[in-house]
């Protein structure tokens, strides 16, 4: 009892242990709640300087893009009248000025002398300024001649006195849109940050700086009296040349006192005081509660004696019971021990020998020796034997009993006895299941292993699968420490194989790419085969040590060496591009995807070498990226125009069609050439659609020029492989009721024509059958062999401007382009000269039997608006005819 209730005293303080570990979490969640309150005021804080610093800048762009939009109308004007009085110019200018707006002045410099300026009054020393000859002006000057763009420069002092922003706009007149002068607006800056809401009394503090593109140090020209805040809100604004930061924070900082900060802190105190308080009560009532229980379990002990010596009585009655004398031998039996032994119900007594003759011949001797050392040692008796019934059936009996002196001293045994046969089958038969299920279990556990192993592997190369690349790959995951350099090698020329000699000969190829890799692979290493011919390598070595560069060419040379399949010498090579993380931030899936990249650029760059990643890989994919993502954007947006440059008879120089070339009208870029964004349209599988896009809107402009009676006798558009396989190109043409003649379909000659299959040579045919003519493209710079070539029966060949520039200086070169010409003839076939740069080009080609000319000496591609003027003024037509030149032979 004594022990119990020094237990008790100690285990009395666990009862107040939930309510301590209650009032630790309240005052953690408290104190969360506290650092919570006081980041959502600050995020408040940051949310609502963001709102007013968002609101300055878009006043500010605003300002900004208003003052230029309405100096650009006026350019415009100038454009068009590049003559204009100073008493006009005065009086548009003044319309300008009156409006609310920022300008200050401006000046119009035809070739870069200013002659007209608004307003006159304080700038009348401007008049006769030449830009190319002032210091200060030269070089901004000339920049807008160099970009042919709008430059907008600022904040500068002005000799005037005060700051302001420079817009420098060049100016274009007549319609070969050539080169006029500029037009300089100053804006005053002090105004336009007035207007915009940048004042001394502003609700934040905010500061402006100006830094330019090139870099160099930011210039701030505009602050507020409170200082900006450390980590304050920025925004940027592009102005052109250079780039306006704003910085913006509240005037007493981001960590100002809230207002109702110190009655939510009491209120947290008074909730965590409602909450801990009755868990201290239960704790008090949980001691006094188990004091008594104590009492009952004292009271229960006492009971539980009697209850033993009870059970145990009733556990013997369950049993036969038995007591044997030492010195009688006499051996007394219950009925139920008569019952276990098949013994007579009617026989008087029972004895050892009853006992002894109902045993299990094979356990006689060891059940007397245990029953006799029992007695000699006067130790407990317990052993197990069998019996043998009258029926000839085995019955387990378990015995137990105790040795004790009578009052006469003799030695007596009692004890009980009862069946356990049924609980020894009962063993045999678990023990059975046991070993049954340990085997069943080593089976399963194998054909575990080997499921394992064939879903981590690749079962053609037994090299580790994607899968068990993937697993690698996880437990390298970011923030490791360790170095990880992925090399991903893909096989070239495999395809080839697999096309030419089958399947089964590309499976012995793997094998044996698989072999090679083993071979010169250090055993640290991981290679797996991730699909088809493409494998990677994973390795946590040093990069500096290992010389993954020196490895990858070392596979290359091995890979390349030639093998004997189904008796065909055959060889293949490899491309490897590698990529070594170098921040541990870098996932392992971005760097697969680095490793990926680096192989792509081997290809391209020629196949059989290796590439590692870097940073210029990394740009260049992101901007390709960018590029692909605007691309789609411009399709969907009809961003893609068709430009047109005249093509013209050599005898008449009359125009005998046009040819519809495509460019992207990017908004923010200007217009891209074909040569930038074809390539990647092609990896998205979208030169068609620009195919397409070109020739609607060039039928457009056909339509709307007959409609102004300019009859073009043809229009001329190019065709990708792409667009030709379109299963509904066909439908499409034949729905549009073309007039023959009036369209013409040009191919790349860089198609290969030798290899193209039925398809391809049967949607050519069924273009020719709609009365649209076949020019090649190129002509002279691509792949395929004239008889190719020539078997389309093309209308026209066009001569690529590489054949056509050097023509006047050289005889042999003239021999070539003679020879095309000539070939063009005996077929029946019209020659195109495209990059005709000067009037001697157009001689010469007229002379050499060349019949239509196209190059920048006649016209320039231009939009449809532009063709139209072009075409009704007949500007390129020369005074008299053009001399002929002979040819040098």
């Known amino acids: 009892m004594n022990d119990r209730n020094a237990q008790f005293s100690f285990r009395g303080l666990g009862y107040y242990i939930p309510a301590l570990v209650v009032a630790f979490a309240v005052l953690i969640a408290v104190l969360l709640a506290d650092a919570q309150k006081r980041r959502l005021e600050e995020e408040y804080l940051r949310s609502s300087t963001t709102e007013q610093l968002g609101l300055l800048r878009s006043r500010l762009e605003g300002n900004i893009l208003g003052n230029i939009k309405l100096v650009q109308g006026l350019v415009a004007t100038l454009s068009t009248e590049p003559d204009m009085s100073s008493t006009r110019f005065a009086d548009l200018a003044g319309r300008i000025f009156g409006e609310d707006n920022q300008l200050r002045s401006l000046a119009i410099a035809p070739d870069f002398v200013v002659s007209l300026v608004y307003p006159m009054k304080g700038n009348e020393r401007s008049l006769g300024l030449d830009y190319r000859k002032n210091e200060r002006q030269r070089a901004a000057a000339l920049q807008v001649l160099e970009e042919d763009r709008m430059i907008v420069t600022g904040p500068v002092d002005l000799v005037q006195g005060g700051r302001g922003v420079i817009a420098r706009y060049p100016i274009h007149t007549g319609s070969d849109n050539a080169f006029f002068g500029i037009a300089s607006a100053v804006i005053n800056l002090d105004r336009l940050l007035s207007s915009s809401g940048f004042s001394d009394d502003l609700k934040i503090a905010a500061s402006l700086s100006s830094r330019s593109h090139g870099g160099g140090e930011a210039r701030t020209f505009f602050a507020t009296p409170d200082t900006v805040d450390i980590d304050p809100v920025v925004m940027t604004i592009d102005i052109g040349h250079e780039v306006w930061t704003m910085s913006a924070a509240p005037l007493k900082g981001w960590h100002q006192p809230s207002a109702d900060l110190g009655i939510f802190r009491g209120g947290l105190a008074l909730l965590a005081i409602i909450i801990v308080a009755p868990m201290f009560w239960v704790g008090y009532l949980m001691k006094d509660r188990h004091r008594h229980i104590l009492a009952l379990q004292d009271r229960e002990d006492r009971l539980e004696t009697v209850s033993q010596r009870l059970q145990l009585a009733l556990d013997a009655s369950k049993v036969g019971v038995w007591e044997y004398d030492s010195e009688t031998t006499g051996l007394s039996w219950d009925a139920r021990m008569r019952a276990l032994y098949n013994v007579p119900p009617g026989q008087p007594i029972c004895g050892y020998d009853d006992w002894r003759a109902a045993l299990h011949p094979d356990d006689i001797a060891e059940a007397e020796r245990t029953f006799a050392t029992a007695i000699a040692d006067e130790k407990p008796y317990i052993t197990e034997f069998r019996v043998v019934g009258c029926d000839g059936g085995i019955r387990h009996i378990r015995a137990h009993g105790m040795t004790y002196r009578a009052l006469s001293g003799a030695k007596r045994i009692v004890g009980a006895n009862w069946d356990v046969t049924a609980d020894i089958l009962l063993q045999d038969e678990l023990l059975q299941a046991k070993l049954t299920a340990e085997a069943q279990n080593r089976a399963l556990e194998e054909a575990r292993r080997v499921m394992e192993h064939n879903s981590l592997h690749d079962a053609l190369t037994r090299l580790p699968n994607r899968r068990f690349l993937d697993q690698q790959l996880a437990l390298s995951g970011n923030g490791e420490s360790r170095p990880l350099t992925l090399l991903h090698i893909d096989l070239d020329r495999f395809k080839d194989i697999n096309d030419t000699l089958g399947h089964a000969a590309g499976d012995e190829v793997l094998k044996h790419a698989a072999s090679v890799l083993r071979a010169h692979i250090p055993l640290e290493d991981f290679i797996a085969r991730i699909g088809g011919?493409?494998?990677?390598?994973?390795?946590?070595?040093?990069?500096?040590?290992?010389?993954?560069?020196?490895?990858?060419?070392?596979?290359?040379?091995?890979?390349?060496?030639?093998?004997?399949?189904?008796?065909?010498?055959?060889?293949?090579?490899?491309?490897?591009?590698?990529?070594?993380?170098?921040?541990?931030?870098?996932?392992?899936?971005?760097?697969?995807?680095?490793?990926?990249?680096?192989?792509?650029?081997?290809?391209?760059?020629?196949?059989?070498?290796?590439?590692?990643?870097?940073?210029?890989?990394?740009?260049?994919?992101?901007?390709?990226?960018?590029?692909?993502?605007?691309?789609?954007?411009?399709?969907?947006?009809?961003?893609?125009?068709?430009?047109?440059?005249?093509?013209?008879?050599?005898?008449?120089?009359?125009?005998?069609?046009?040819?519809?070339?495509?460019?992207?009208?990017?908004?923010?870029?200007?217009?891209?050439?074909?040569?930038?964004?074809?390539?990647?349209?092609?990896?998205?599988?979208?030169?068609?659609?620009?195919?397409?896009?070109?020739?609607?809107?060039?039928?457009?402009?056909?339509?709307?020029?007959?409609?102004?009676?300019?009859?073009?006798?043809?229009?001329?558009?190019?065709?990708?492989?792409?667009?030709?396989?379109?299963?509904?190109?066909?439908?499409?043409?034949?729905?549009?009721?073309?007039?023959?003649?009036?369209?013409?379909?040009?191919?790349?000659?860089?198609?290969?024509?030798?290899?193209?299959?039925?398809?391809?040579?049967?949607?050519?045919?069924?273009?020719?059958?709609?009365?649209?003519?076949?020019?090649?493209?190129?002509?002279?710079?691509?792949?395929?062999?004239?008889?190719?070539?020539?078997?389309?029966?093309p209308k026209r060949l066009k001569i690529d401007r590489r054949l056509v520039q050097p023509l006047l200086e050289s005889p042999s070169q003239q021999s070539l382009v003679r020879s095309i010409i000539d070939i063009g003839k005996v077929r029946g076939i019209e020659t195109v000269a495209e990059g005709v740069e000067t009037l001697d080009h157009a001689e010469l080609l007229r002379n050499l039997g060349c019949h239509t000319l196209q190059g920048y000496a006649l016209a320039r591609p231009m939009g449809g608006d532009d063709f139209l003027a072009f075409a009704k003024a007949r500007g390129w037509m020369p005074a008299a005819r053009i001399t002929p030149v002979k040819a040098s032979r």
């Open 533 to 793: 011919d493409e494998f990677v390598l994973l390795s946590r070595r040093d990069p500096s040590e290992a010389d993954f560069t020196a490895l990858s060419a070392r596979l290359i040379e091995a890979i390349s060496e030639p093998m004997t399949i189904e008796g065909h010498d055959c060889r293949i090579g490899a491309s490897i591009g590698i990529a070594t993380r170098n921040d541990a931030d870098e996932s392992p899936e971005q760097l697969l995807v680095n490793a990926d990249i680096a192989l792509y650029e081997a290809k391209r760059r020629g196949r059989n070498r290796v590439e590692a990643f870097n940073d210029e890989l990394r740009l260049r994919t992101v901007e390709v990226k960018r590029l692909s993502d605007d691309i789609l954007r411009g399709l969907e947006r009809g961003e893609f125009h068709p430009f047109f440059q005249p093509q013209f008879d050599a005898e008449t120089l009359e125009i005998v069609g046009v040819e519809a070339l495509a460019r992207w009208q990017h908004p923010t870029r200007g217009f891209i050439a074909p040569d930038v964004f074809l390539p990647v349209a092609e990896t998205l599988n979208v030169v068609a659609r620009i195919d397409e896009t070109i020739l609607d809107q060039a039928l457009f402009q056909a339509m709307r020029w007959e409609g102004q009676g300019l009859g073009i006798p043809r229009v001329s558009v190019n065709v990708s492989c792409q667009r030709l396989r379109d299963e509904g190109l066909i439908d499409k043409l034949r729905a549009m009721n073309i007039r023959p003649g009036a369209l013409t379909f040009e191919l790349l000659e860089s198609i290969s024509f030798d290899t193209a299959d039925d398809g391809l040579r049967q949607a050519i045919e069924e273009i020719k059958a709609l009365g649209i003519d076949i020019e090649i493209d190129d002509f002279g710079t691509g792949h395929a062999s004239i008889v190719s070539l020539l078997e389309l029966s």
